[in-house]
């Protein structure tokens, strides 16, 4: 066993392809991501929500001002309704609040769709407290936010593990995938029918090379994360690599499925990248889970990388989850990743035998 991962370890370092794969891009999305994000929100210490507000009444102006005080919200009072909507389509402002008599009329830019769901919740939050300020009745409830950290959590940090996850799958897979159909399509695994070699053994030679790659690049990629973007995370180290390890061995074990389907190659590659593609867009990664229609939501269910991006943001202390939850999570991915490998591994050489 030793001496296959020895060699497996060598393979591993001379194929440059894997080792940019595993190594590089992780790191490579996040850093292209960030600059992106930081470059369209002009920060990465927070968000902050310009609204344009046309109503003739002063105490509606002062309750407005005195509400938004501190929370990132900054209100332009407009001279009238068609300034206000001038503010809107020119997108210096991402809503806009007339207020009539009694009536709060909430417009707002839908092409702006990073920023509808955020938008839909304000709405309820500003009519609140201004009918609050204006009737000088205090809720029940009182709420009091305590800092347990310094920092913010900004839109990278939230994107970050998602990038991870993806970068991770899409390595595991397509390294996998890749290495075994290659090495079926050239008849190396047909060689080794001479041998009492077995075949879960040989594979997961090559995913253990492929797993300790790829828990470095996540490490690093978080730690970048922090450095550049000021992620400002509260990472509980031990969980992040249990479950970092949990889900290299899950992408793995996809990737020796795969090799299984086709001594093809290139049919090989075309299933896998269709199964990128579709985590990519209906995985709670880019689009928030909330905003998507039923249909969505069904697949995002039954993609593992959802849960993924989910158990990573709840190591990273940016998202709740049940221990429980986690905990079961973990064993389902280490124990269906490890089944993968080993039973996949020993068809694909049973295939090759006949």
Do not use: C
């Not at 920023?115 to 809720?139: C, R």
């Not at 029940?140 to 998602?162: E, H, M």
């Not at 790829?214 to 031990?238: C, D, G, M, Q, R």
């Amino acid at each position: 066993m030793k001496t296959f991962i020895g060699k497996s370890f060598r393979m591993f370092i001379r194929d440059r392809q894997a080792v940019l794969m595993f190594f590089v891009l992780p790191i490579l999305l996040m850093l292209i991501l960030g600059f992106v994000i930081e470059g369209l929100s002009g920060s990465t210490t927070g968000v902050n929500v310009k609204i344009a507000a046309f109503s003739s009444s002063s105490a509606i102006q002062n309750a407005m001002t005195n509400a938004s005080s501190g929370t990132g919200i900054e209100f332009v009072f407009a001279k009238s309704v068609d300034d206000l909507n001038d503010l809107l389509n020119s997108g210096k402002v991402q809503m806009g609040i007339i207020f009539d008599k009694d009536v709060f009329t909430f417009v707002y830019n839908q092409s702006f769709g990073q920023y509808n769901n955020y938008l839909k919740i304000l709405q309820d939050v500003i009519s609140s407290s201004v009918v609050n300020a204006l009737s000088n009745v205090k809720p029940y409830i009182q709420i009091k936010s305590l800092s347990v950290k310094s920092g913010n959590l900004t839109v990278i940090g939230f994107i970050v593990p998602g990038v991870v996850a993806i970068a991770i799958t899409i390595a595991g897979i397509f390294g996998m995938a890749i290495i075994a159909g290659n090495y079926r399509q050239n008849m190396v695994l047909k060689r080794l029918e001479v041998t009492p070699l077995n075949g879960g053994l040989f594979f997961f030679s090559l995913a253990i090379v492929r797993f300790i790659a790829s828990l470095i690049a996540a490490s690093v990629t978080v730690v970048l994360s922090e450095i550049i973007f000021s992620t400002s995370y509260s990472i509980n180290w031990p969980a992040f690599l249990i479950f970092i390890s949990g889900g290299v061995i899950l992408s793995l074990g996809i990737g020796v499925i795969f090799a299984l389907l086709s001594r093809d190659l290139w049919t090989i590659l075309n299933i896998s990248t269709i199964l990128s593609i579709t985590m990519m867009l209906f995985s709670d990664v880019f689009f928030p889970y909330s905003i998507m229609p039923p249909y969505m939501r069904i697949i995002s269910e039954m993609l593992p990388i959802s849960y993924f991006s989910q158990g990573l943001r709840y190591t990273l202390g940016i998202e709740a989850m049940h221990y429980q939850d986690f905990v079961i999570l973990t064993a389902v991915f280490i124990a269906g990743g490890l089944a993968m490998i080993f039973f996949g591994g020993m068809e694909i050489l049973k295939l090759e035998r006949k």
